[in-house]
């Protein structure tokens, strides 16, 4: 608490409560806030505009989840986190694109360390495509720069 102006008008001097708070630094705060959010909300909404055409299909079940491959440095491979035969890999592929109610497949997440041979990773690519998977992405870092 504030303590106000010394009264000598007596045999002992107090220091009085001052009663008013001193709402600058919390103005100032607000102001600082306010232009932070005028400036970062038109970011939060980049995109393309799209008129969307209604439709009355349900939503897409999304409760699946992706088949993950990984290569790892040296090159092996990976099916989530059990690793993999390069021999064994179509056969495995094969089963689970045979196991898929949806056309193409499920989705498949192919990850591949940085420094492998663009070979290697195309002969896996060729495999999850001989084993009838189409929904195949590439998982990158975002932002990361060379």
């Known amino acids: 608490m504030a303590m106000g102006p010394i009264h000598s008008g007596g045999q002992r001097s107090r220091r009085t409560p001052m009663a008013e708070i001193n709402v600058t630094p919390m ?3 607000m102001l600082v806030l306010l232009i932070i ?3 970062t909300a038109p970011l939060l909404t980049a995109g393309v505009p799209v008129d969307l055409p209604d439709s009355k299909a349900g939503a897409l079940d999304q409760e699946q989840e992706p088949v993950q491959i990984s290569l790892d440095p040296s090159g092996a491979i990976f099916l989530g986190d059990t690793p993999v035969p390069a021999e064994e ?3 495995r592929l094969a089963a689970i694109a045979s196991g898929a109610t949806e056309k193409g497949g499920p989705r498949v997440f192919l990850r591949a ?12 690519m060729g495999e999850i495509n001989n084993a009838g998977l189409r929904k ?9 720069g060379q």
């Open 89 to 91: 890999l179509g056969a």
């Open 37 to 39: 959010f005028m400036v």
């Open 113 to 124: 360390d940085r420094g492998l041979d663009y070979g290697r990773v195309m002969a896996v």
């Open 27 to 29: 103005v100032d705060v």
């Open 136 to 144: 195949v992405a590439l998982v990158t870092v975002a932002g990361e």
